[in-house]
């Protein structure tokens, strides 16, 4: 069966630390993957999307990569602030216009 | 600003009495679609609009429907709610293809009693 699976538990890091989230599927060929943060009671914020002939893209303190082979993105923020923290959802488009996304992981980052 | 605008934020209705979620983008965006997110399964897709008066089922149609008359507007309809419809509602659009991200509304609550 298709999956998207991120980590279910919390990520808890440290201010000023990389935080590192992952995104694994199977049994999709995603044209490209995508990355949103969602606040809670908030609508998800779209913040990258990477292509399957990228290996790797950036925005300011965020990096994704992107590896067809092992079916993983992950998802980096360098030099973390208190106010990174939020729930980081991957969405997979397999086809057409369809988003589909993984549960998210909970990222709290500590002063 | 390019916004996806849903009304009403938060929605207490009773079994049975049919409701209409209102959900207009400004961008022009060709595709549009509905989305429910339930603790522990994440966001799942109801129904999707590729352009006007063409719409498709999602993952969880059932109980649900829409309608695409105007490229803005893009209604959740439904005719006879139940309890398991308590969940938190989001549409969203894009341009086709999704390539530039797809654009989130705030989300209406609703709780069926």
């Known amino acids: 069966s298709q999956k998207i699976e991120q980590n279910s538990e919390a990520l808890n890091i440290q201010e000023g630390k990389t935080a590192t989230l992952t995104c694994n599927y199977t049994?999709?060929?995603?044209?490209?993957l995508q990355w949103y943060r969602q606040d809670p009671g908030r609508g998800p914020v779209f913040l990258l999307l990477i292509r399957e002939n990228e290996k790797e893209k950036r925005k300011e303190r965020l990096k994704v990569t992107f590896d067809t082979t092992l079916k993983q993105s992950l998802f980096h923020i360098t030099a973390s602030q208190p106010a990174d923290s939020a729930t980081y959802l991957c969405a997979l488009v397999p086809y057409g216009n369809k988003l589909v996304f993984g549960a998210g992981t909970i990222l709290r980052v500590k002063s | 600003e390019a916004q996806v605008t849903q009304n009403p934020r938060y929605l207490i209705t009773v079994t049975g009495k049919k409701l209409t979620v209102t959900c207009s983008q400004n961008m022009n965006h060709e595709y549009m679609s509905w989305y429910r997110q339930d603790p522990g399964l994440g966001l799942r897709q109801i129904y999707y609009s590729m352009n006007v008066e063409v719409t498709d089922k999602g993952d969880v149609p059932e109980g649900y429907k829409v309608s695409r008359k105007e490229k803005r507007n893009f209604p959740l309809i439904l005719e006879s709610p139940s309890p398991n419809q308590t969940s938190l509602y989001f549409c969203?659009?894009?341009?086709?293809?999704?390539?530039?991200?797809?654009?989130f509304g705030s989300g209406t609550r609703l709780t069926v009693v």
């Open positions: 969203a659009s894009s341009l086709p293809g999704g390539a530039g991200g797809y654009t």
């Open positions: 049994n999709y060929s995603p044209a490209y």
